[in-house]
């Protein structure tokens, strides 16, 4: 990501909003047009669930319920990607962090190495246009992009458009498991807005405007955000 003075500057931004809200879509394109590791912690378990890893197994009945997997795995998770040499240029953080204990140690974990968050975008969406998208969802099990039956479909029934694997709906997409991450979401993540209103750095984006219009909106946004970073210094 560069700065208006063309100087690359390492942006961080977390993703928040419900379920269905667009997180996946938007850091999916924010990955694309900024080069950013869109880092998706809901990504990184199926992922494990699929491999039948220990962490997999550990997750995958608080997955399937609907319910948020323990901070202590999710943390250790989120540590181990972190690290890794892509992030190291900045990074989009999509699903995390979703409780106030979450967002606590990632401030920690990022001021022990000087760092911190630029910037946290909410994409607020009504309740009711959440069901109808999430009711039509498909993703790719391979390369993590997402669909929508109705207004965002693959070209070819099925398929993924990027890298041609058969797309699937998600197993904790059902009426019941979406009403109860729906109401997870309220109760423990939501919180979170408050928490990043008062450190100064929540923007909040209607989400229900269209995916080229909100990345429109998120790009004014990571261009503050990175004229910020330069303003600081190179890290
Ligand atoms: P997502 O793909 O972000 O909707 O996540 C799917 C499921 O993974 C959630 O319903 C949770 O069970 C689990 N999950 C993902 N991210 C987290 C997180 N940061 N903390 C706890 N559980 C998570």
């Known amino acids: 990501m560069c700065d208006r003075r063309g100087e690359k500057s390492v942006v961080r931004i977390a993703l928040l909003g419900a379920p269905g809200a667009g997180k996946g879509t938007q850091a999916n394109a924010m990955q694309e047009r900024w080069g950013l590791a869109h880092v998706a912690s809901g990504d990184l378990l199926?992922?494990?669930?699929?491999?039948?890893?220990?962490?997999?197994?550990?997750?995958?009945?608080?997955?399937?319920?609907?319910?948020?997997?323990?901070?202590?795995?999710?943390l250790d998770m989120m540590e181990e990607r972190l690290a890794r040499p892509d992030a190291q240029a900045g990074f989009v953080l999509d699903g995390f962090p979703r409780t106030l204990a979450q967002a606590e140690a990632l401030d920690a974990r990022l001021e022990a190495k000087g760092q911190q968050l630029d910037a946290v975008i909410n994409l607020v969406v009504s309740e009711e246009e959440i069901l109808r998208r999430l009711s039509g969802r498909l993703i790719c099990p391979q390369c993590h992009a997402v669909y929508q039956a109705e207004t965002m479909p693959p070209k070819q029934p099925g398929i993924c458009d990027r890298c041609g694997a058969k797309l699937v709906q998600r197993s904790d997409e059902s009426p019941e498991v979406v009403?109860?991450?729906?109401?997870v979401y309220e109760e423990q993540t939501a919180p979170l807005v408050d928490y990043y209103r008062k450190k100064g750095i929540l923007h909040e984006v209607d989400g229900a405007i269209g995916?080229?219009?909100?990345?429109?909106?998120?790009?004014?946004?990571?261009?503050?955000?990175?004229?910020?970073?330069?303003?600081?210094?190179?890290?």
């Open 211 to 235: 995916v080229e219009r909100v990345l429109e909106k998120i790009a004014a946004i990571l261009e503050e955000a990175a004229k910020q970073v330069g303003g600081r210094g190179s890290e």
């Open 179 to 183: 009403r109860k991450r729906l109401q």
């Open 46 to 74: 199926r992922d494990n669930v699929k491999n039948d890893t220990e962490l997999g197994r550990k997750a995958k009945p608080y997955m399937e319920a609907g319910e948020l997997v323990p901070d202590d795995l999710i």
